[in-house]
């Protein structure tokens, strides 16, 4: 193999694990059951390792916390295409709170502020 083909081969193999890598700040998505509704959150990279890095970490948060402010996340068109787009601040309170699970969807996830 010739050094330039070595070279384009290499910078091929890099373009493909950048575009495999998850951006820095991906939200991961999180359904809340409470009392009376479940409630869709999103959390990003720092929030979630801050929070304990799963859901178990999240509710462990919402219960030695009493509350927790997260980004609540509905589904959302634009220009015809469907993405999950954080909708409003909530408040999710400890008493109210059932369980914390994974949730997953089809569509592409935004980032919240």
């Not at 799963?54 to 589904?75: E, F, P």
């Not at 309170?93 to 369980?99: D, F, G, I, K, T």
């Not at 914390?100 to 592409?108: A, G, I, L, S």
């Amino acid at each position: 193999m010739t050094k330039t083909a070595t070279c384009l081969a290499a910078a091929m193999a890099a373009g493909f694990v950048a575009l495999a890598t998850p951006p820095a700040y991906a939200e991961t998505l999180f359904k809340i059951i409470t009392v009376k509704d479940d409630v869709v959150v999103g959390v990003n990279d720092a929030e979630l390792k801050e929070l304990g890095g799963d859901a178990g970490g999240i509710a462990k948060a919402i219960a030695s916390k009493g509350s927790l402010t997260l980004w609540q996340y509905a589904v959302t068109q634009k220009d015809g295409e469907r993405m999950v787009a954080p909708h409003a601040k909530i408040g999710v309170l400890a008493n109210s709170s059932l369980r914390v699970e994974p949730y997953q969807q089809p569509f592409k996830v935004l980032p919240h502020e």
